[in-house]
Nanobody, 115 residues
Framework: QVQLVESGGGLVQAGGSLRLSCAASGSTFRNNGMGWYRQAPGKQRELVALIRSGGSTNYADSVKERFTISRDNAKNAVYLQMNSLKPEDTAVYYC?????????WGKGTLVTVSS
């Protein structure tokens, strides 16, 4: 069974950095796209960044130049390096795997950015 577990969230001051990790288990995922989404209180879940099997990436405009998504296929893991954090980045961050047309989600990790 495919499972995704996020870690690395926490409380950070504006301007600080955090690195989120997502560990996937249940199969190998080198041929599948993975991504990070976030959901702030009272708002819809939105795409933050995605990385395809070939390594190409896309970012939401709001995080470009600040966030970097990467993956380690040997570890079945995807990461999100977040720099220059802003209070508006406060949200629960979710990892998503697109496994041959089937989406799988982690339970999320909370990121809180204080001003």
């Amino acid at each position: 069974q495919v499972q995704l577990v996020e870690s690395g969230g926490g409380l950070v001051q504006a301007g600080g950095s955090l690195r989120l990790s997502c560990a996937a288990s249940g199969s190998t995922f080198r041929n599948n796209g993975m991504g990070w989404y976030r959901q702030a209180p009272g708002k819809q879940r939105e795409l933050v960044a995605l990385i395809r099997s070939g390594g190409s990436t896309n970012y939401a405009d709001s995080v470009k130049e600040r966030f970097t998504i990467s993956r380690d296929n040997a570890k079945n893991a995807v990461y999100l390096q977040m720099n220059s954090l802003k209070p508006e980045d406060t949200a629960v961050y979710y990892c998503k795997l697109d496994y041959y047309g089937m989406p799988y989600w982690g339970k999320g990790t909370l990121v809180t950015v204080s001003s």
